[in-house]
């Protein structure tokens, strides 16, 4: 009898501690996903190093401000970073003289770097001010996939583009990429007449995006969209 109740107790002890296991794993499960969530969601702040305020970001559903914005996704890249900036900053402001109606931002999406990149960046935004730098702190590394995601739904511009930090994209190859989109814009908006010509269109009125490489890019590689549910 003594030898059959000390089985049980052992069973007993058994399954206490695969309980107490199971337990411990789905609490430490959720705080764990909690935690994530609260990175990923925690709302995006831009600095203005003028005022050394957090401010605030806009919203991707606020009535558009600029005509494009570009949103560079920075990890790390202290010493690629200002090569990028200069090449297409000097492009954005030549074309702003050139034509009035063209304006612009640069969303700099700091994803958690260790290095001097927040310092680089905000070198660029005292240059250009504030309405056509800014810098997005996600306090954290997220991956490129989400620093592109805060960069975009943070943005002002009608006609939104990411280009690499290390100056792999050519912005100078921007407006093949512009007329493009235009013309498959006007071509949706006018239910499939590409020649008809509407003063009141906006590229933001049609929902498209255009992905690829460079070489792409030559070959008119251009996906229309529609809504997502």
Do not use: W
Not at 73 to 90: K, Q, W, Y
Not at 100 to 123: H, M, N, P, Q, W
Not at 202 to 227: M, N, V
């Amino acid at each position: 009898m003594g030898f059959v109740c000390a089985i049980v107790e052992a069973l007993l002890v058994v399954v206490v501690i695969i309980l107490f296991g199971l337990i411990s794993a789905i609490i430490f499960e959720a705080y764990r996903r909690r935690d994530n969530h609260a990175h990923i969601e925690a709302p995006a702040i831009f600095e203005d190093p003028s005022s050394l305020k957090q401010v605030p970001c806009p919203s991707v559903t606020d009535p558009a401000e600029k005509y494009i914005s570009l949103i560079i996704p920075a990890f790390n890249e202290e010493h690629r970073l200002p090569g990028a900036l200069d090449e297409t900053l000097n492009y954005l402001q030549q074309r702003a003289a050139k034509d009035k109606s063209f304006t612009y931002e640069v969303l700099i999406i700091d994803d958690g770097s260790s290095d001097g990149t927040k310092r680089v960046a905000f070198d660029f935004v005292r240059k250009y001010t504030v309405d056509n730098v800014r810098i997005i702190l996600l306090g954290r590394n997220h991956g490129k996939g989400e620093a592109i995601r805060k960069g975009m739904l943070h943005s002002r511009g009608e006609l939104l583009l990411m280009l690499d930090a290390d100056g792999a994209t050519k912005v100078t190859d921007l407006e093949k990429l512009e007329s493009q989109i235009h013309a498959v814009g006007r071509k949706e908006y006018n239910h499939g007449d590409s020649v008809t010509v509407d003063s009141t269109f906006r590229i933001s009125d049609i929902p498209i995006a255009a992905f690829g490489s460079r070489a792409h890019l030559e070959e008119k590689a251009l996906a229309t969209l529609k809504y997502f549910t």
